[in-house]
Structure formats: C-alpha cells, structure tokens
C-alpha cells in the first residue's frame, strides 16, 4: 500500500514526465534570468559607480544606518504594544462575560480586516488635524497601526493557545477553589504564552516589514531612506537590493529565532510547542504527545 495519503506514488511514466516538467521549468527561470541580466546590461545598471554609490560609507551613514534605525525603532514600540494590546484583547475573547467577549470579538475582527496601510493613511491624518501636539506624526501613526493589527493577530493567537490546552488545566484550577478569571491568569494564560511564544517572535517578522509602509507617509523608515538615496544618486535598482538585503537578513535571523525557540521549548516541555496559528491542533499548546494522560502529581 502507498503511504501518500493524497495520491498514489508515481510510476516510471509520471516519473519522466515529472523530470522533462522540471527541467523545462528550469531552462524557463534561466532563460528568463539571462534576459533580465542582458537587459539591465544594456541599461548600463552594472556600472561599477552605481554600486560604488549604493555601498559607500557616506550611504550607509546618512541613509541606510538612519533609516534603519527608525525601521527597528517603530518595530520595537509596535511589537511592545502589540503584546499588550494582544494578551488583553485576547482575555476579552476567552471572558465568561458575554459584553466583554462580543466588544472584544468586534474589535479584533475589525482591525485583523482593515489593511495596515489604511490604518496607516487614516491616523496620520487624523493626527495632522486632531493631534498637533505629536512632534513625529509619521511615526506614531505607523505605530498605532502596526499595533491595532498585529495585536489582533496576537489576540487571536492567546485565545487560540489557551483554547488548545487541555481541559483538566482549567478544571484543576476550579478545583482547589480558583475563580474561572483567575484560573484564566494564573493557570492557562502562562502556560499559552509559553506554548505560542515562536509564533509570537514569528509575528514580529510582519511587523518588520510591514513598518516599510511608513515611507507611503513619509516615515523615515529604510525604505525611505534608500529612496531619498537613489533620488540623488539615480541609482535606484543599486539602493533597492542593498535595503532587499538588509531585510532578508533581519528576517531569517527572527525566524531562526523563532524556530530555535520552538525546539527549545518542545525539549523542556511535554506538548509541543506552536510556530504557526495552533488553529485546530490539540497537542499545540501543552497537549500531551501521543495521546495518554498526562503526568499525575505523587
């Protein structure tokens, strides 16, 4: 019997076609690759001074290193709010109180449906009009919406990660007296955490990058940056791939990160732990691995 679950293994005419399928897709991405090159050749883009002018240390220190500066700087603030904005919202999602859980169910769905950028576009402007006591309106804007979304995310991730323990937590809990808000707090709520901190650290790699929407409203972020850069050194592609870099770099070392973390706690834990959603995996968030009870106190 095959063990594929979704279709049977490939015979030896599936197989060469699957090959010649490949490898015509192979010669496709090379060929297109070549004339790409060939192109930006003809356009003079490989020239040794657009580069030059792209890496140089007068870039990196008036352009780059600034701009990348604001970059992790609305990152950190929105991250740090975020967290707050998800643990709290996402209590309100798991209240018995069924007022809290529906405004706390409103507000969540409604900012995880509006774009970020919007959210973006709508509060600098409201704080031009409304709020002139803010000396970096860009910046608070990008913040508060980075915020109102990622913490919707993260709202739904602690409900998601609290909703996949199993259920003799709680039931401990009421059992030596706790309320159900405390069992909440002091039971559930740090064991989810545990279990959903990768896909929280996972969840800032949005938020990075979404912090590059700022330059839509003139936040000084990276992005920007190198804009304002290639402006004056009509080198655009040049000042685009070095920012391309720079956040390739941020974001592998975040995922590995998150994925170090995962490993790291599926090791000290019984259940394992949760990179993505947790949406629907019983084991994801404390569950015991292989389905028996878990350990009885002595």
């Known amino acids: 019997m095959s063990s594929s679950v979704l279709f049977d293994a490939q015979g030896p005419r ?36 657009l580069w030059q ?3 140089s240390a007068e870039a990196w220190q008036f352009y780059y290193l600034p701009g990348l500066q604001n970059t992790l700087r609305s990152a950190l603030f929105a991250t740090v709010g975020a967290i707050a904005f998800g643990v709290i919202f996402g209590i309100g999602r798991l209240s018995h109180n069924r007022a809290v859980r529906s405004v706390s169910g409103v507000v969540v769905e ?9 959210m973006m576009i709508f509060f600098y402007m409201f704080f031009s009009a409304q709020a002139q006591w803010i000396s970096d309106r860009p910046f608070a804007a990008v913040v508060v919406a980075l915020i109102l979304y990622n913490g919707s995310v993260i709202a739904e991730l602690v409900r998601a990660g609290v909703g996949n323990l199993p259920k003799g937590q709680g039931e401990a809990g009421l059992a030596i007296g706790l309320t159900r808000s405390q069992t909440l707090r002091s039971i559930q709520l740090p064991q989810a955490l545990v279990a959903m901190l990768p896909a929280i650290v996972s969840q800032l790699v949005v ?36 920012v391309a870099i720079v956040f390739i770099i941020i974001n592998w070392l975040l995922t590995f990160a998150a994925h170090r ?38």
Do not use: C
């Not at 409604?110 to 919007?118: D, E, I, K, N, T």
């Not at 330059?215 to 685009?240: D, G, T, V």
């Open 14 to 49: 599936a197989r060469t076609a699957s090959a010649i399928g490949n490898v015509i897709a192979a010669v496709a991405v090379l060929a297109g690759l070549a004339w790409i090159t060939s192109v930006l050749y003809e356009k003079g883009q490989f020239a040794p001074t």
């Open 53 to 55: 002018n792209a890496v």
């Open 110 to 118: 409604f900012f995880r449906a509006v774009p970020v950028l919007l």
């Open 207 to 242: 938020v990075l990058k979404d912090s590059a929407l700022g330059q839509i409203i003139l936040y000084p972020e990276l992005l920007r940056s190198a804009q304002i850069l290639s402006s004056k050194e009509q080198n655009p592609l040049q000042a685009l791939v070095v």
């Open 261 to 298: 973390l995962a490993k790291l706690l599926s090791s000290r834990t019984a259940g394992a732990t949760v990179e993505g959603t947790g949406i629907g995996n019983p084991t994801a968030a404390g569950g015991f691995v292989g389905g028996g009870p878990g350990p009885t106190a002595t």
